[in-house]
């Protein structure tokens, strides 16, 4: 990763930018959570990943992601266009490295949607940049209930993601933080206060060594 950005420090002005990794199963509530983050935040961008799976109703190319071919997407995998990609419910998915390496150049913080392969990686990749929260459902059923309202997915899909979901769960304990999102204003809330005070965490700001230096020096 040297000399492309991400592995040193990355400065948003004084501050050093962040990562946040959200993930969950699928109708935990991670995108509805991640937009809804990014709108009270203007400092703050989403990765928009790469996907091999079709587009649901309403889902905007560019937007919501970059739907292609799985030739066109194994092509970028060989060019070493992704900053990592995984396969999930047999398709890839994968983070374009241009657009966040543009976004953290420019001091902006960047929010991800990804599955726990991907938070692996990119923590891996900027273990002091990564900052990692799981969206737990209250239930299982709850979880059901949510897949079947959002109104996007067939009955299969829906059984493949909740297939899944326990398999997502397990990883729960390799993030820094768990929200467990039943209220929606609460849960928003706790994200809130995760990303402002991660923000404000002594090494994201490494001129701080500078000016304590200064400080000491006064009578
Ligand atoms: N590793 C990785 N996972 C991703 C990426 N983009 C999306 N995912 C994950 O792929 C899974 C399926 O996403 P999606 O089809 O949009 O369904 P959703 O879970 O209902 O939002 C989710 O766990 C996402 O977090 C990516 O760029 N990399
Ligand atoms: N706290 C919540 N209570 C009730 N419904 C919710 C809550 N959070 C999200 N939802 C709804 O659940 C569905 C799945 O949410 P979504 O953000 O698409 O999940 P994910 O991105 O994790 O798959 C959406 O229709 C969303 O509006």
Redesign the pocket.
């Known amino acids: 990763m040297s000399g492309d950005g991400l592995s040193g420090p990355v400065f948003r002005g004084r501050r050093r930018g962040l990562m946040l990794v959200l993930?969950?199963p699928?109708?935990a509530g991670?995108?509805t959570l991640s937009k809804r983050l990014i709108s009270l935040n203007p400092d703050l961008v989403l990765s928009i990943?790469?996907?091999t799976?079709a587009p649901r109703p309403g889902e905007v190319e560019g937007q919501d992601?970059y739907f292609m071919t799985p030739k066109e997407f194994e092509e970028k995998i060989a060019a070493g266009e992704f900053f990592?990609?995984?396969k999930?419910?047999d398709h890839y998915?994968?983070?374009p490295k241009a657009p966040i390496e543009e976004a953290l150049d420019e001091g902006r913080d960047v929010v991800f949607?990804?599955?726990w392969?991907?938070a692996r990686s990119l923590a891996k990749e900027a273990p002091d940049d990564v900052v990692r929260v799981f969206i737990l459902p209250p239930s299982l059923a709850l979880l059901r209930d949510r897949l079947k309202k959002r109104k996007q997915d067939s009955d299969d899909i829906i059984k493949s993601?909740m297939n899944r979901a326990k398999s997502?769960i397990e990883h729960w304990n390799e993030y820094d933080y768990v929200v467990l999102n039943d209220d929606f204003s609460r849960a928003l809330e706790k994200l809130s206060e995760i990303l402002h005070a991660e923000r404000l965490k002594r090494v994201r700001h490494p001129w701080l060594e500078g000016f304590v230096e200064e400080l000491m020096k006064e009578e």
């Open positions: 993930s969950s699928s109708g991670k995108t990943s790469a996907t799976r992601y990592e990609w995984a999930v419910f998915y994968g983070t949607d990804i599955d392969q991907g993601r997502e």
